[in-house]
Nanobody
């Protein structure tokens, strides 16, 4: 599984940003997907995940602000990020898990600053 992420950038606090990740292969509908992030000096953490069946889970810090979704027709998983805060600043990574194997896309930088 190869993952290609896009959509990072610089925004001001309170603004929105949408990250997208496109996966290669024909097995996407059977793959659990997620977004992780890593801020400077911190460990990588789960932001949001979505199962192959569409069940979602979120980090407490982003609940109510971020929404993860998937489009199996386009092999894409999206992360809609609203009401962004400076503490959301990090490199965001797309992740896929299939048959116990973990796959990572390259990171995309999100910077929230006034």
């Amino acid at each position: 599984v190869q993952l290609q992420a896009s959509g990072g950038g610089l925004v001001q606090p309170g603004e929105s940003l949408r990250l997208s990740c496109t996966a290669s292969g024909s097995i996407f509908s059977r793959v659990a997907m997620g977004w992780y992030r890593q801020a400077p000096g911190k460990e990588r953490e789960l932001v949001a995940g979505i199962s192959s069946g569409g069940s979602t889970n979120y980090a407490d810090s982003v609940k109510g602000r971020f929404t993860i979704s998937r489009d199996n027709a386009w092999n894409t998983v999206n992360l809609q990020m609203n009401s962004l805060k400076p503490e959301d600043t990090a490199v965001y990574y797309c992740n896929a898990v299939y048959t116990g194997q973990w796959y990572w896309g390259h990171g995309t930088l999100v910077t929230v600053s006034s």
